[in-house]
């Protein structure tokens, strides 16, 4: 082996090690939020220890973020935000001792999985309820929207690597070696725009997670970002080795002889009278030697001088470069002559391989890099898929520049080529595409309700417009030119169409990869619970024609903001009052005392207060107590409590009984579980905890089971602990429901869920 | 000499493309990181449970042993110990006994010993379960049981 040969062997294993250190440690989509502790809107009896966050990635920490802030603004938050040990989807950050009131948390989470942002806010009460607004469940958060430059420079890097996988595919399946005339510049923009998409994403993606250059290296984010960044520079490395290549002779690459001989044999013959460019035979060798202008081999690797005049001078060829004449030094037999402007097959392989593995290494920042079982398949899978696209896509760009050369018949033959190689990368584009889909769209709701579901319905019409096209190429265009019947300026312009609506494929696919998954969004749809509606009662006393128009927000046990319209029943006026409160009585209930509620007048003239004396659900009686310059009035009143929506985690383990984890209005969760969940004696078991995770001492419990369909019927409970509970049931094969409720003084908690016996 | 540089040209591509392949398998291994997939609300999402080393043996009453209408249990208890807390907080390790006998929760236990309650004459199950902090089951299931008789 030559010392030329050893450098450059050295030189693909130099790249290859590059890559090797960039690649060789793990990077994922969007963290939302799944679940809070406290709950969002919670009221709890005693201050928490601590606020911990659930989300759907795992949180880059030092870029993530929570904070708690009391009703001035002042923090309360104890130390910096951690993952919870053991549980890397979990962030968590200690609280001081707080006083009752009114809480804040504020959280602003960097996945470490893609880098992504997301951020959101949520509150919860001490002693006290949480602001009415505060919906129910944890809010998910929000993505900030996809920026334009961030957009901008996703799109160059999808362009440039697509060009240059395109460039070497296409380089060694279609083009048999020899660049297609104006290969270099297009090779040098296809570098500079992945080198400076590389770096326009470096860029933005900093100012997007807005961290310190130092603190975002110390990340796995950063340092994501960081290899990539290598393997971008590897990238532009590769290609300028093939740049400069393009134009030389071939036998200038290959000092260590005379270009070999063709092996294909004779062409075999013609039956049908089409061009010879179209006759089955043999794929063209890289030892091919038929000298034509356009350098290509004819599919036997035949001499073609019969078809196409071997004018090496010709301007118009794919040679222009001067220093792709003929060499010199080459033998004079014809049969071993080198072929004009032909590439050594390794410039092609490195570019090949450099802009791979640089998209694997984008991949490996991406959603597919999510948390999953199948994370190293999903992983695979997506980089096959964009693999597949930049070969397709890229390949459209050569294939228009091959289409320049003026040789009808090389054209031909070129295009045929490429759209039997376009079929087969098509199939790969389709089923990696529809793979990766079904997994991150979240099925139709997510097609429809979400962002990325919209941008992908879009991206999928563009592909089918761009099949519809290929399939006009490969089935119209390229027989009605194969037989002289058609001009190739309708293969160039639909080509040309191709390219456009791929550029669009690209740019929507920019978009896409910075918004959340559409089946995040629709677990997050599934996760939160619809919006509590208001109750609305009235009552009047018509003695006096005093009215009362009650809004209960949200109307379910609990915290509840109560807003009173007292207004004269004729007249539709305010009601001059200068006292008005509300005593609560529930139905059937003589266990659970009435309780009062004074409100206080607000400026629209309404009376408002807020208060947990709705503990219950189920009917209540509300009297409206209204004091004026009269006698005192009292306005009877009837409300319907219902039971608020409850966040259930199921979680099912093979050989396990399924549990069933409840989030608690009240703060902290129940844990129920059926053992074994099958038909036969069974046990069920309930238990309390409290936010911090500790068993939940409640009072006195009341369980029920359900046979569906049918009437709850009382379960004898056997306590086990202070929030312990079990039952023995017999199960029949159905649907069964168990609620447990519990009442600890005023607080009442209690939950349910349901199981399928099989 | 034609042969040789086609066997180098595509030795050096099969090894460029080789290493490729290598880097990818590299690449996509050992990266899964454990379990994390995000926990599923009101769908059913693995969780996985926790494992124990704990080896859980009912000493007495033993399989066919006759014994008096209030037996007593004794249980021995390697590789864990009993803890008093309820607690989400689950360690291997640490947790709790259920007592069933004749296919019913009885009662959970904070001991190795307990005097079981009274039965009537004839064949009796007992099967006892080291569980988890929380109450729930460790993965694989630590349980054990034992089939005696109460005499008439």
């Given at each position: 082996m030559t010392g030329r040969r050893l450098g450059r062997v050295g030189l693909v294993v130099g790249l290859v090690g590059v890559w090797a250190v960039a690649v060789g440690a793990p990077a994922g989509a969007h963290a939302l939020l799944s679940e809070s502790d406290p709950a969002a809107g919670a009221s709890l009896e005693q201050a928490p220890r601590r606020v911990v966050l659930t989300f759907t990635e795992r949180p880059e920490p030092g870029l993530s973020s929570i904070q708690v802030l009391d009703t001035g603004g002042g923090q309360v938050q104890r130390g910096q935000a951690a993952p919870v040990e053991g549980a890397p989807l979990q962030f968590a950050v200690g609280l001081g001792d707080l006083a009752d009131g009114t809480y804040t948390v504020s959280w602003?989470?960097?996945?470490?999985?893609?880098?992504?942002?997301?951020?959101?806010?949520?509150?919860?009460?001490?002693?006290?309820?949480?602001?009415?607004?505060?919906?129910?469940?944890?809010p998910q958060g929000e993505t900030p929207s996809p920026s334009a430059s961030a957009t901008v420079a996703r799109l160059a890097l999808y362009a440039g690597l697509a060009l240059l996988v395109g460039a070497a595919v296409t380089g060694l399946a279609v083009f048999a070696r020899v660049p297609p005339p104006g290969a270099r510049p297009v090779l040098l923009a296809a570098a500079a725009l992945t080198v400076l998409g590389g770096a326009a994403r470096f860029l933005a993606e900093r100012a997007r997670i807005d961290a310190p250059l130092g603190t975002l290296l110390a990340s796995s984010t950063g340092q994501g970002l960081l290899r990539l960044s290598i393997g971008v520079a590897a990238t532009a490395v590769a290609t300028w080795f093939l740049a400069t290549a393009v134009g030389r002779p071939a036998a200038q690459s290959h000092p260590a002889g005379p270009a070999p001989a063709n092996p294909a044999g004779p062409a075999p013959a013609n039956p049908a009278g089409m061009d010879p460019a179209l006759v089955p035979g043999p794929a063209p060798t890289a030892e091919s030697t038929t000298l034509t202008v356009g350098g290509h081999p004819d599919r036997e690797g035949s001499h073609r001088a019969d078809r196409v005049a071997p004018d090496i001078h010709n301007p118009s060829g794919p040679s222009p470069d001067p220093a792709a004449s003929p060499d010199p030094t080459a033998s004079p037999d014809p049969a071993a002559a080198p072929r004009v402007g032909a590439v050594d097959t390794w410039r092609w392989v490195l570019v090949g391989v450099a802009a791979g593995v640089t998209m694997l290494l984008h991949v490996m920042a991406g959603h597919a890099a999510g948390p999953s079982p199948l994370r190293?398949?999903?992983?695979?899978?997506?980089?096959?898929?964009?693999?597949?696209?930049?070969?397709?896509?890229?390949?459209?760009?050569?294939l228009l520049a091959g289409l320049r050369v003026r040789e009808r018949p090389e054209q031909v033959a070129s295009a045929v080529r490429f759209s039997k190689l376009a079929a087969a990368v098509l199939g790969l584009v389709a089923v990696t595409g529809v793979s990766r889909a079904l997994h991150l769209a979240g099925g139709w709701q997510g097609l429809l309700d979400s962002s990325y579901g919209r941008f992908l319905d879009v991206k999928v019409a563009l592909f089918l417009v761009l099949v519809t096209l290929g399939a006009?190429?490969?089935?119209?265009?390229?027989?009605?030119?194969?037989?002289?019947?058609?001009?190739?300026?309708?293969?160039?312009?639909?080509?040309?169409?191709?390219?456009?609506?791929?550029?669009?494929?690209?740019?929507?696919?920019?978009?896409?990869?910075?918004?959340?998954?559409?089946?995040?969004?629709?677990?997050?749809?599934?996760?939160?619970?619809?919006?509590?509606?208001?109750?609305q009662v009235e009552g009047s006393d018509f003695a006096t024609s005093v009215r009362i128009a009650l809004?209960?927000?949200?109307?379910?046990?609990?915290?509840?903001?109560?807003?009173?319209?007292?207004?004269?029943?004729?007249?539709?006026?305010?009601?001059?009052?200068?006292?008005?409160?509300?005593?609560?009585?529930?139905?059937?209930?003589?266990?659970?005392?009435?309780?009062?509620?004074?409100?206080?007048?607000?400026?629209?003239?309404?009376?408002?207060?807020?208060?947990?004396?709705?503990?219950?659900?189920?009917?209540?009686?509300?009297?409206?107590?209204?004091?004026?310059?009269?006698?005192?009035?009292?306005?009877?009143?009837?409300?319907?409590?219902r039971a608020a929506p409850q966040p259930v985690k199921v979680s099912e383990v093979p050989g396990q009984p399924t549990l069933y984890t409840i989030t608690l209005a009240a703060g902290g969760t129940l844990q129920g579980y059926l053992d074994p969940g099958q038909g036969g004696p069974n046990t069920v078991h309930f238990t309390f905890f409290n936010p911090s995770g500790d068993e939940q001492p409640t009072g006195r419990a009341r369980a029920t089971m359900t046979r569906q369909p049918g009437a709850p019927e009382a379960l004898t409970l056997i306590r086990l602990g202070p929030g312990h509970f079990a039952a023995n049931v017999d199960l029949e094969p159905g649907r069964v429901a168990f609620a447990i409720e519990t009442t600890t003084g005023q607080t009442q908690r209690g939950g349910r869920f349901e199981q399928l016996i099989e | 000499m034609t042969q040789r540089l086609r066997r180098t040209r595509r030795a050096r591509a099969a090894a460029v493309l080789a290493a490729a392949l290598a880097l990818t398998v590299a690449a996509c291994s050992g990266e899964d990181g454990g379990s994390e997939a995000p926990a599923a609300t009101t769908a059913p999402a693995a969780a996985a449970r926790p494992s124990s080393p704990a080896k859980l043996t009912i000493m007495s009453p033993r399989n066919g042993q006759t014994v008096g209408e209030r037996p007593e249990l004794r249980l021995d208890l390697d590789g864990g110990k009993i803890v008093n807390q309820t607690t989400t907080r689950v360690q291997g390790d640490e947790g709790h006994i259920h007592l069933h006998v004749d296919g019913k929760l009885i009662d959970m236990n904070y001991g190795l010993r307990q005097r079981l309650p009274q039965l009537p004459p004839g064949q009796h199950v007992v099967v006892v379960e080291f569980v988890a902090a929380d109450h729930a089951p460790f993965d694989p299931r630590i349980l054990t049981q034992a089939a005696f008789q109460v005499a008439e």
């Open positions: 602003r989470v960097v996945s470490k999985d893609d880098g992504h942002v997301t951020a959101g806010t949520f509150a919860f009460g001490i002693g006290v309820p949480a602001p009415a607004a505060t919906p129910q469940a944890a190293s398949v999903n992983l695979f899978v997506q980089w096959l898929h964009v693999l597949a696209v930049g070969a397709w896509i890229g390949g459209l760009v050569w006009l190429n490969r089935f119209r265009i390229l027989p009605a030119l194969a037989s002289g019947a058609r001009r190739l300026a309708g293969l160039r312009r639909n080509v040309r169409g191709e390219v456009v609506l791929a550029a669009c494929i690209l740019a929507v696919t920019a978009v896409l990869s910075q918004l959340p998954p559409g089946k995040f969004v629709v677990q997050q749809a599934a996760a939160r619970p619809p919006a509590p509606p208001s109750v809004t209960v927000s949200p109307g379910t046990p609990g915290p509840n903001s109560f807003t009173a319209k007292v207004t004269d029943y004729d007249s539709g006026q305010d009601w001059p009052a200068s006292r008005v409160a509300l005593r609560f009585t529930p139905r059937g209930r003589p266990e659970i005392g009435a309780s009062s509620l004074d409100l206080t007048r607000a400026g629209d003239g309404s009376w408002r207060g807020q208060g947990s004396q709705l503990s219950i659900a189920g009917s209540w009686a509300v009297v409206g107590l209204v004091e004026g310059s009269g006698p005192a009035v009292t306005v009877p009143m009837e409300l319907e409590v | -």
